[in-house]
């Protein structure tokens, strides 16, 4: 039987008494009290900051145990699943991006002066409906007036001088015929007087004529001669002069036409003289005030646009060029209009990209009767564009960017997470391109973490939005 010694108890006389009791079966040992040395005074201290340390000690262990015991997933924790959203690709069939446009007018022109003198009066002002020829306004012009009146009575000179032109041609034509007669009469007498002189000489030989005679008849022949040259000289000159009158009307003539035409060009600037608007249309300005002096081609009087059809003007980025064609289905909204978006197509395109900003100029043709798009308006312009290849698009917050690229989260069968590469295409905004790594049917974690990873279970849950076409820009 073993005795142990237990907790002593100092009394005032310094004793310290130990009692044991143990009972094994009937017997029972007592320990008397024996004596002990006292104990030294820092051993007092000692005693009671053991017993002040325990506790503290033990109320230290308690919330690390705690913290411990959570730190070791239980089964309840590992059955509950990370809960993630997922979304699908949709098909790159087509694709759809918002544009900054411009409302155009139909047609547009600016009413200068095109003579000048001082505006008489006007008759339309801002706001105005107008068909073409109505009268906008009338010009004071005095000295187009005179310059008129002088143009006039100098082309009535000219074409006098073209009929004493005339006249004179046919005086020279009358000459000419009298001068052709005397050429002829003379060439007769010559004709006569050879004959003559070729029987005297025939004569003279035989001495039935004197010689005196024959002379004469020789003289005569050579007279005849010089007069029938005489002649062709007087007829050549007369058809010279002839060709002359014929230059002169000429020149009379084109004379009298530039001066008519002088005269008509001031009687067209005279027309000019009344501003007419020279279609239907609006009048968007005017700057026209009675009394005003008016300089031809510099003062501006009105501004007339054509709204009843518009142009919807827009810059198409390089990137989306090349699937822009004529037919392109757009929907235009005006951000102040709360009416629906204004369906339309591609009416025509540039054909080229402007090397400064590298965009393609295109335009929407629309019909505007009602007035509702009003030119100069600021638009938004969605078009949906064709694609030529057999690409997926996903959500861009279902790409997960890594060091060795981007990676999209699949959800396997198992519910277990599957991290792909991909190889992206064209930003279309809400959604991006993939060419490769996805086959189209895949359940894509939308906004992976950083901490997700292959091999992960989570709780999937599909997302109801439709999937419908690309999301705009």
């Excluded at 008397?32 to 201290?45: D, E």
């Excluded at 999209?408 to 190889?423: F, M, P, S, T, Y």
């Amino acid at each position: 039987m073993s005795v142990a010694a237990y907790d002593s108890v100092r009394d005032d006389s310094g004793l310290f008494r130990a009692i044991q009791r143990q009972h094994l079966g009937r017997r029972t040992l007592i320990i008397r009290h024996q004596h002990r040395p006292a104990p030294r005074p820092w051993r007092k201290w000692l005693l009671w900051l053991v017993a002040a340390a325990v506790p503290l000690a033990a109320a230290l262990f308690q919330p690390w145990k705690s913290l411990s015991s959570e730190a070791v997933p239980t089964t309840e924790a590992i059955e509950r699943l990370r809960p993630v959203k997922i979304d699908r690709p949709t098909p790159a069939d087509t694709a759809s991006v918002v544009l900054p446009a411009t409302i155009r007018p139909w047609q547009t022109t600016t009413l200068h002066a095109r003579v000048s003198g001082y505006l008489k009066a006007w008759h339309h002002d801002l706001g105005a409906q107008v068909k073409t020829g109505h009268l906008l306004a009338e010009i004071d012009t005095p000295e187009l007036d005179q310059e008129l009146a002088e143009s006039k009575a100098l082309a009535r000179e000219a074409a006098a001088a073209a009929v004493q032109a005339k006249a004179e041609r046919t005086e020279a034509e009358a000459d000419l015929k009298v001068a052709d007669g005397n050429l002829a009469r003379m060439q007769a007498d010559m004709d006569l007087v050879k004959s003559q002189l070729a029987r005297r000489e025939k004569l003279v030989t035989n001495g039935n004529v004197s010689r005196e005679e024959y002379d004469t008849f020789r003289k005569q022949t050579d007279a005849r001669t010089a007069d029938v040259a005489a002649a062709q000289a007087d007829v050549a000159r007369r058809r010279a002069n002839l060709a002359t009158r014929a230059a002169i009307i000429d020149v009379r003539e084109a004379t009298a036409n530039s001066r008519q035409s002088n005269v008509a060009r001031l009687e067209e600037l005279q027309t000019f003289k009344r501003i007419v608007a020279p279609f239907d249309g609006v009048v968007m300005r005017r700057t026209a005030e009675v009394g005003m002096l008016v300089t031809a081609g510099q003062d501006s009087l009105f501004v007339i646009e054509d709204t009843s059809r518009v142009r919807v003007q827009v810059n198409v980025p390089q990137t989306y060029s090349m699937q822009t064609r004529p037919g392109v289905a757009v929907a235009i909204n005006v951000p102040e209009a709360t009416s629906p978006d204004v369906q339309g197509t591609v009416t025509r395109i540039a054909e080229s990209v402007d090397a400064v900003n590298r965009t393609m100029l295109a335009e929407i043709e629309l019909e505007n009767s009602s007035h509702r798009l009003q030119p100069g308006s600021y638009v938004q312009v969605a078009l949906t564009m064709p694609q030529d290849d057999s690409a997926w698009t996903v959500p861009t917050n279902t790409v997960l960017m890594r060091v060795d690229g981007p990676h999209v989260a699949v959800v396997g069968e198992q519910n277990q997470v599957e991290l792909k590469a991909v190889r992206l295409g064209r930003d279309l905004g809400a959604r991006v391109v993939v060419l490769e790594g996805i086959s189209g049917g895949e359940r894509l974690v939308v906004n992976p973490g950083d901490d997700l990873m292959s091999g992960v279970r989570v709780q999937a849950n599909e997302a109801h939005e439709p999937a419908g076409q690309i999301a705009q820009r």
